[in-house]
């Protein structure tokens, strides 16, 4: 579940890392009100105005203005609010504006020369740790410099049994060139940081940029935190933050029935029961000669409501030419799952699409003649080779 810039930082906050002064807004007058507590805080007519959506590039793309005065706010907020925002990230299709964040303007002018740093936490699976990642380097092009410049990106990984040592935190402030009380704050700040991403469960806490300030203040200036969907049960404060604008409404649905889906770009609809049968069905239809549209598990209690909830969500894909139901009846009674098919055939409707179904496993060959019987467009095939002969034939 991925956070807003301003959930994020609010987070942040509350574990001890300073964040600039900023309020949320929905309407331009709110946007204005917002920037006027913004000046009552720091007594600057300077402003940054942020798009709030689930997307990094936000500032070339047009996402983050920078007005001097509460009528530039307006114009800005009049601009943003509403507007289609297409980043890098994205795709062509965008993401609408719905909120913008009003924060105060910390690049200023000052006795040394602000910089920008790139720092993040994640789990790397290789080593089974947290790993912090960062660079000297900071800014919006971190994907360059990691490209370009892999000398500059540092890893610290994390023991779990002992957190962020001292050392650690230390060589990181070290390597990020810092001196005097930005190379003190630092080292708080790294210790912070890792408490904050093991007390929400996240999954990465990314910053970019985190600013030493031109009066040596270490700033989190941007923030995105991820937290992980398997822990939520311990966080109903988090799960309450979550923006289902920002998700794809297929994996709402398929949330909502205690299914996991993830849409791809492919031509090839499939349902499974199981992650691992889902990848090797995934690479089966590949290798057939078509292309994965979605990844859909409906999980060991496959049943007639969740068949049909999980063709719904595939029908709606107006890329997917053919669908493919590949269950192993293990905890699930392949007959089942073959009258669940049935039933949402009907319900359905004239599905247009063709399905091809392999049932293996507990009542497989009555499944099989359940769907034989019914006589509806439904192509029903023992094993996998059958399977992927008639992906290929009909795709």
Do not use: W
């Not at 959506?53 to 793309?61: D, N, P, Q, T």
């Not at 408490?195 to 990314?206: F, P």
């Not at 600013?211 to 200036?221: D, F, Q």
């Amino acid at each position: 579940m991925n956070l807003h810039e301003y959930q994020s930082k609010e987070i942040l906050a509350a574990h001890g890392i300073k964040v600039p002064v900023g309020f949320t807004a929905t309407t331009p007058d709110e946007a204005v009100e917002a920037a006027k507590k913004v000046k009552e805080k720091n007594g600057l007519d300077l402003y940054v105005v942020k798009a709030m959506v689930h997307s990094g590039g936000r500032g070339k793309a047009g996402g983050v203005t920078f007005p001097k005065s509460l009528v530039g706010v307006e114009e800005e907020a009049n601009k943003m609010l509403g507007m289609t925002l297409v980043t890098n990230q994205t795709g062509p299709e965008g993401k609408l504006v719905r909120k913008i964040l009003v924060t105060e303007q910390v690049y200023l002018e000052g006795p040394e020369e602000a910089h920008e740093i790139y720092i993040s936490i994640l789990l790397d699976r290789k080593t089974g740790r947290n790993v912090i990642i960062y660079s000297p380097e900071g800014g919006m092009d971190i994907e360059e410099v990691a490209e370009k410049h892999p000398e500059k990106l540092y890893t610290e990984h994390i023991d779990p049994a002992v957190g962020v040592t001292g050392f650690q935190a230390r060589n990181i402030a070290f390597n990020l060139n810092l001196k005097g009380q930005g190379y003190k704050d630092m080292v708080k700040f790294v210790h912070n940081l890792y408490a904050a991403y093991i007390a929400c469960d996240a999954s990465l806490v990314e910053i970019n940029p985190l600013l030493k300030t031109s009066h040596n203040e270490i700033l989190a200036v941007d923030a995105k935190i991820s937290i992980d969907d398997n822990a939520l049960v311990r966080h109903p404060e988090l799960e309450v933050l979550r923006d289902v604008y920002e998700e794809d409404p297929a994996e709402i649905a398929a949330g909502e029935h205690h299914m996991s889906f993830v849409k791809l770009t492919g031509n090839v609809g499939c349902m499974v029961n199981g992650a691992g049968l889902a990848m090797a069905t995934m690479d089966a239809i590949k290798l057939s000669g078509g292309e994965p549209a979605n990844f859909l598990d409906v999980g060991g209690g496959a049943n007639a409501q969740r068949v049909e909830a999980g063709l719904r969500i595939i029908l709606k894909d107006p890329n997917v030419k053919l669908v493919f139901i590949n269950i192993f009846g293990g905890i699930v009674r392949c007959d089942r799952v073959a009258g669940g098919v049935v039933e949402a055939y009907k319900n359905l409707g004239e599905i247009e699409v063709p399905l091809v179904v392999r049932l293996q496993g507990t009542n497989a060959e009555l499944g099989a003649e359940l769907i034989r019987k019914s006589g509806l467009k439904v192509h029903a095939v023992t094993n996998i080779e059958e399977a992927t002969a008639k992906i290929k034939e009909m795709v």
